[in-house]
């Protein structure tokens, strides 16, 4: 097993977090690792000019992830606000 030497407040905050997510600090840490490799794979796509080919096939494929709602939502005041503006 290695040993990392980090500061204290450091490793407080590490504490806190993973307590937060009622985990031990290496399960949090590893949870971390993971989650950040996923998202250096995605790339990061902020970086991208909206106006690029890569933006555009980049937004296409999320839209593409994303399932289709028939569904349209009542986004009127009187739907919203209701009784409230009484």
């Known amino acids: 097993m290695a040993t990392v030497t980090i500061p204290d407040s450091t490793y407080r905050r590490l504490q806190d977090a993973a307590a937060a997510e009622r985990m031990p600090v290496d399960k ?31 937004f296409e494929e999320w839209i593409a992830i994303h399932k289709d709602r028939k ?13 409230e503006r009484d």
């Open 28 to 58: 949090y840490l590893d949870q971390v690792l993971r989650d950040r490799g996923e998202t250096a794979r995605e790339g990061n796509r902020q970086a991208l000019d909206p106006a690029s080919p890569e933006w555009r096939a980049a």
């Open 71 to 83: 569904e349209v939502a009542d986004d009127s005041r009187d739907a919203i606000y209701g009784d």
